[in-house]
């Protein structure tokens, strides 16, 4: 088992950055990779940032060139750093690790985008 807290969400203006955490525990040896999702009212999750356990990371197009994903394994911790936010990065994101055909979710935390 995997537990996940995010942290880092708020209220910012259209253009602005925000930093999101991700801080894992427990079985933290037999995640394989990490993500970032989001998820708008109304809407379904979806994936916006993966992290594999060698470093490699893919965005959707969407976010290309304004996000960052990065982890730090010293600290058990991932991070998505978002610049030039818009107002449809508005969303609940969550952080999930993957343990090889299993998933463990964070709760989430608010990012809202004002413009």
């Known amino acids: 088992q995997v537990q996940l807290v995010e942290s880092g969400g708020g209220l910012v203006q259209a253009g602005g950055s925000l930093r999101l955490s991700c801080a894992a525990s427990g079985n933290i040896r037999s995640i394989d990779s990490m993500g970032w999702y989001r998820q708008a009212p109304g809407k379904q999750r979806d994936l916006v940032a993966h992290?594999?356990?060698?470093?490699?990371?893919t965005y959707i197009d969407s976010v290309k060139g304004r996000f960052t994903i990065s982890r730090d394994n010293a600290k058990s911790t991932v991070y998505l750093q978002m610049n030039s936010l818009k107002p449809e990065d508005t969303a609940v994101y969550y952080c999930?690790?993957?343990?090889?055909?299993?998933?463990?979710w964070g709760r989430g935390t608010q990012v809202t985008v004002s413009s």
């Open positions: 999930k690790a993957t343990l090889g055909v299993f998933g463990s």
């Open positions: 992290i594999t356990s060698d470093g490699t990371a």
